[in-house]
């Protein structure tokens, strides 16, 4: 045991793996036991292991219906699991960065924390994750009683049901869990402001991270500085929403499965709540399964690229992204440094955000050709939608998942452990293993393009 303990406090960066693992396990062994299941027949072994995995990375997929195959308890299982999951993240989050700040030096220790506004110094820690556990109980609070309130006075729930469907629904979408308690996700109510809207912003609010919203709420507006972190996650994410609201809005606009049938008024409150769910939650109000091929490639990239770093979204994250863009710009510009809003980035940043978007292509790309491999059937385009939702932890599926056979469920539970655990742990060990040589090699220029 002792061995064991050495171990992880040399490399502690392996506990995150370690507790996120244990927790999948737990969730399994309960999902597996005949109380759980509203159905005689049973559960495979893959299936409750494909649901705990889901759940406790917040992502959303599933393979069997969750309303019809687990009972009551079955469903508390899975909420419990999303607030873990949420929860382990923010606090993965903290974990990391209070590592990574042990790691570095003095002077760039006192950067990260001006810059990045993590405040990971060892007596803050306490007091961070407070403050996030009460961020995260106000905003599910609040938007469980929205909830339940409309599905107790408009749609004729016992008072029971619509706590628990209010409940259940919140914890799901502040966390980006996608998990429903309706086999079609929440298309009933694609038109009902009062349903669409609080899942939508409780998943925009759990989205942006918290060190953007502990800025937000301690900084007054236009008295202070955003840090360059909060600049990009709020820009980025705006940009993001616009741009993806008007590509689902037109590229569906004369879909006869999707949103062709609605006046042009109808056509708005789905094309918004496609576009937010598909970078966070991955509930739907449409047909995913029935949208044009162009619609699920667009899809495809607002999965990949995400939210705001340190919130329970999956992807590449919202500045890792705008990173790359910048640096892109930058270079056509010919400028000799990257800069965004007046800020040079630096250059341990953008190695950093170009081996985290690499690697994650490579890791998404190899779960597409594994799964196709395995499912020739399906189409393409239906395969990468699947990959890229289980990797960028999204939960949203073109009606595939429960289709699967079961070395394609394997590879999509790999996806998704995978997905949640890569970004974080590739950058804070990129962080962690950076150092200074007192040597530089010549210079080389190789041809490029």
Known sequence: MHRYLAWFTRHPVRLVPFGFGTA??????LLLLPVAQARQSGTEFVDALYTAT??????????????????????????????????????????????????????????????????????????????????????????????????????????????????????????????????NSLEDFA????????VIV??????????????????????????????????????????????FLGFEWGNPD?????????????????????????????????????????????????????????????????VLLWVIWSEVRGEPDASAFRTRLSGAVVRQALSVALVYVAFIAAGVLLMQMFEPQIDLAHIMFEATSAGATVGQSSGITAELSDPSKWVSIILMFGGRMGPLLLATSLAIRSRHRLYRYPEGRPLVG
């Not at 999948?24 to 062994?29: G, H, Q, R």
């Not at 991270?209 to 507006?221: D, Y």
Request: proline content about 2%; overall charge positive.
């Open 258 to 322: 999707t949103l062709g049938p609605l006046a042009w008024h109808e056509k708005l409150l789905p094309a918004l709540f496609q576009d937010v769910m598909l970078r966070s939650t991955g509930f739907n109000s449409i047909q995913v399964g029935l949208m044009e091929t162009h619609s699920l490639l667009a899809g495809v990239a607002l999965m990949f690229i995400g939210g705001g770093s340190a919130s329970t979204a999956g992807g590449i994250k919202v500045t890792t992204f705008f």
């Open 202 to 247: 409780s998943s925009v609010i759990g989205g942006l991270g918290m060190p953007v919203l502990f800025e937000i709420a301690r900084r007054n507006w236009g008295h202070r500085r955003w840090t360059l972190h909060t600049k990009m996650t709020l820009v980025g994410t705006t940009v993001l929403f616009v741009g993806g609201f008007f590509v």
């Open 24 to 29: 999948i396990a737990v969730c399994t062994a």
């Open 54 to 183: 889901s759940a406790i990375t917040v992502t959303g997929l599933v393979t069997v219906d969750t309303p019809v195959h687990w009972s009551l308890f079955g469903e508390i299982v899975i909420v419990v699991a999303m607030q873990i999951g949420g929860l382990g993240i923010m606090a993965s989050a903290v974990f990391l960065g209070l590592v990574v700040s042990k790691k570095l030096g003095l002077r760039s220790r006192l950067m990260a924390q001006a810059e990045v506004n993590r405040n990971v110094m060892v007596g803050d820690v306490k007091a961070i994750l407070l403050r996030a556990v009460l961020v995260m109980a106000s905003v599910e609070a609040a938007t469980a009683v929205v909830l339940a309130l409309r599905f107790l006075h408009g749609y004729g729930f016992s008072g029971g049901q619509a706590a628990w469907q209010g409940v259940f629904h919140s914890v799901s979408s502040f966390n980006s869990g996608g998990f429903s308690l309706f086999s």
């Open 191 to 198: 038109g009902d402001g009062w349903i669409m809207w609080p």
